[in-house]
């Protein structure tokens, strides 16, 4: 194709769903379903316009897969609101570590038992299909039990942390596969991967992430509630802030989707620094009613003005990425036929292993049957899984595995992205239409 027409599609697909969203809502489609389906349609499936070949162009697309998991965490961050240490986070964390864990070993014994896979490449299939996505979780709304954001809240959260949780066992997946003679399983270096990849790689990520956040978001205020400076571009303090945070952690070896996640998590506590003897300019409605330079530097509603200034940027970005990679997905579908193998195993991650891993973690947590239920369900497989996929791709695994991993992943993805969606529609409808 040629630029003019890729031009021509790319702005198509971004008028075409906001002209089209009202009528998707009625429909009971998600735009993760369309934008699936639109990369089918324009894949090797259909109208062979671009073709994202996982096994030869794996270097590329995981890059692109990078960046719109960077993008999506922070923007996660910054809805999420909870401070670092409130007891809400005791639950994703429990989620996004001991059920990731336990997920992973389940996946790895379907993957040696039913698909006949190498212990190694069977340890890499956990770990890729174990993360949840957090912008498809975020979707998920509830109003069961006392606490009635608490389900939503998890999972979002949850999703947010398991896609960085899953390197240590991406790590040791690869050198398990890689094990032979006298490098087998039983020489690798279990001490350096429990320091390294277990603890300092998201400790470090968190602290790094969350230094950054903090310190931007002081500083921004502190400019323009005093000395007015530093105003307008906030397009840039965002974009500025995942660059800076994901950078510096990789840099130490650190977990650097963990860092935009906490710069967004951090950036978005930031308080406001009154002056003394300055008045607030009233309520939301008053505050409305002012031109933005006079609220975003008024030292009482600095900081609300600038989070929600960068939110709004960051939440249309996170949305273009996410429309991006997931007709991806759906471009690539063709790549891997889908076998009846492939899904039975995708049909015992979905069905089976998600909800026995959840089971183990919230063992103790005081939930409803239903929250219960909700959160064994809405493991939603997205951007994560598509990422690890294409990392491990990279590393130059063995073809027969190669494409057994990315026929699971990828199909489990589309599956994923069907059937959540189509139980979040439906559970939406039916909250909203009761009385």
């Known amino acids: 194709m040629s630029f003019a027409a890729w031009m021509l599609l790319f702005g198509a697909l971004l008028l075409g769903m906001v002209l089209l969203g009202t009528l998707l809502g009625r429909m009971q489609l998600t735009s993760a379903m369309i934008y699936l389906g639109i990369g ?6 259909v109208l062979d316009i671009f073709r994202p070949d996982p096994f030869s162009r794996s270097e590329l697309l995981l890059r692109s897969a990078e960046l719109g998991l960077a993008i999506s965490l922070f923007a996660v961050g910054l809805r999420l609101g909870v401070p670092f240490f409130d007891r809400l986070w005791r639950l994703p964390l429990r989620l996004a570590f001991l059920s990731l864990a336990v997920m992973v070993g389940l996946t790895a014994i379907v993957g040696v038992v039913l698909l006949q896979m190498p212990l190694g490449a069977a340890i890499l299939l956990g770990a890729i299909l174990a993360p949840t996505d957090p912008v498809l979780a975020s979707s998920v709304h509830t109003d069961a039990g006392k606490d009635p954001e608490r389900v939503g809240f998890s999972l979002a959260a ?11 066992f991406v790590i040791l997946g690869l050198a398990v596969l890689r094990a032979t003679g006298d490098r087998a399983i039983w020489h690798f270096d279990w001490l350096q991967w429990t320091a390294v990849d277990l603890i300092w790689t998201p400790v470090a990520g968190v602290a790094i992430g969350g230094s950054f956040g903090a310190l ?4 921004v205020v502190f400019l323009r509630s005093r000395y007015r400076q530093a105003i307008g571009l906030d397009a840039f303090i965002g974009l500025g802030l995942i660059g800076v945070a994901y950078g510096a952690a990789l840099y130490v070896s ?24 300055e008045q607030a300019l009233g309520g939301h409605a008053d505050v409305s009613g002012h031109p933005y330079e006079a609220v975003a530097t008024h030292s009482h509603h600095a900081s609300a003005t600038m989070k929600e200034s960068v939110g709004r940027f960051n939440d249309q970005l996170e949305k273009v990425a996410e429309m991006g990679l997931i007709i991806l997905v759906g471009a690539m579908l063709p790549f891997v036929p889908l076998s009846p193998l492939i899904l039975g195993a995708i049909a015992l991650s979905l069905l089976l292993l998600r909800p026995v891993s959840v089971a183990v973690a919230i063992v103790g947590e005081q939930l409803t049957s239903r929250q219960r239920i909700m959160l064994g369900w809405f493991g939603i497989r997205g951007v994560g899984s598509v990422y690890y996929l294409l990392y491990v791709l990279s590393q130059g695994v063995p073809g027969d595995v190669a494409a057994l991993l990315a026929g699971v992943t990828l199909w489990t993805v589309a599956f994923s992205i069907t059937l959540h969606g189509l139980s979040t529609r439906a559970m939406t409808t039916h909250h909203v239409g009761a009385p």
């Open 158 to 168: 949850e999703g947010a942390l398991n896609d960085a949780a899953a390197l240590p």
């Open 254 to 277: 650190a977990s650097g989707f963990l860092a935009v996640l906490a710069a967004g998590i951090a950036f978005g506590r930031g308080a406001e620094q009154p002056r003394r003897r």
């Open 216 to 219: 931007m978001g002081w500083a």
């Open 40 to 45: 089918w349609v324009l894949g090797p499936g």
